[in-house]
Nanobody, 125 residues
Framework: QVQVVESGGGLVQPGGSLRLSCAAS????????MGWFRQAPGKEREFVAA????????DYADSVKGRFTISRDNAKNTVYLQMNSLKPEDTAVYYC??????????????????WGQGTQVTVSS
């Protein structure tokens, strides 16, 4: 089993920045592909970004491309989401997910095996 824990959420003004962290633990015999999703009140969980086990390839939703950056430090078993130029529409609970192999359909929530509890990001004046 794999445990995933997010941290770093908070309240920020429009145009500001936050960095989220996702720590993986448990039976991770090697680094795992990781993804970030978010869910706003009354809406379905949506894809944000994903990264391969080595960090050699990434994928971003159009809504965040150019503003968010996903990266990882495998020595720390940690994945990061750097969020810049934040907008009110970025307000959501952000979830980290993991899978044994990089999913063929990485933008679908059902493609990922392990999920964190989420961390709240609020962008407001």
């Amino acid at each position: 089993q794999v445990q995933v824990v997010e941290s770093g959420g908070g309240l920020v003004q429009p145009g500001g920045s936050l960095r989220l962290s996702c720590a993986a633990s448990g039976r991770t015999f090697s680094p795992l592909p990781m993804g970030w999703f978010r869910q706003a009140p009354g809406k379905e969980r949506e894809f944000v970004a994903a990264i391969t086990w080595s960090g050699g390839a990434t994928d971003y939703a159009d809504s965040v491309k150019g503003r968010f950056t996903i990266s990882r430090d495998n020595a720390k078993n940690t994945v990061y989401l750097q969020m810049n130029s934040l907008k009110p529409e970025d307000t959501a609970v952000y979830y980290c997910a993991a899978a044994p192999r990089f999913p063929r359909e990485e933008r679908r929530t059902t493609s990922w095996n392990y999920w964190g509890q989420g961390t709240q990001v609020t962008v407001s004046s």
